[in-house]
């Protein structure tokens, strides 16, 4: 009795076709899963480039530190700060300037230069 190994025996080929629809798939599902967001843009703008000497003295020096505001050295809390803000305003104030200091996060930054400029006409400036 003769038993045949199998050495002559041809392998198929692996086909890939099932594994390019599940990539597919799993693309799709992703792309439509996914959550598109429109994020807000703040306007920052910079100096003057050539402009001579220093410009002149800020009304308000403003620090925002968590929900401690502190306008000219004065600790207000984040509620008054936007009328006190109106009430310098009102004084003869121009503009402003947001001194960033410690642990200011990203977020605390942009909803404080949010707020001043939509509660006052100032002028507002970001210093380090």
């Not at 996914?34 to 910079?46: D, L, N, P, Q, Y």
Request: without cysteine; glycine residues 10%.
């Amino acid at each position: 009795m003769r038993i045949d190994a199998g050495y002559g025996a041809r392998r198929r080929p692996i086909s890939v076709t099932s594994l390019i629809d599940v990539i597919f798939l799993l693309l799709l599902f992703f792309m439509l899963s996914s959550t598109f967001t429109k994020f807000a843009e703040v306007e920052i703008v910079g100096g003057r480039a050539g402009a001579n000497g220093p410009g002149a003295a800020p009304g308000i020096l403003l620090r925002v530190n968590g929900d401690v505001w502190t306008i000219n050295g004065v600790p207000v809390g984040e509620e008054r700060a936007g009328a006190e803000l109106k009430r310098l305003e009102e004084a003869g104030a121009v503009s402003a300037v947001l001194l960033v200091r410690g642990e200011l996060s990203s977020q605390a930054l942009v909803s404080a230069v949010e707020r001043v400029r939509r509660e006052t006409n100032l002028t507002l400036q970001v210093a380090r």
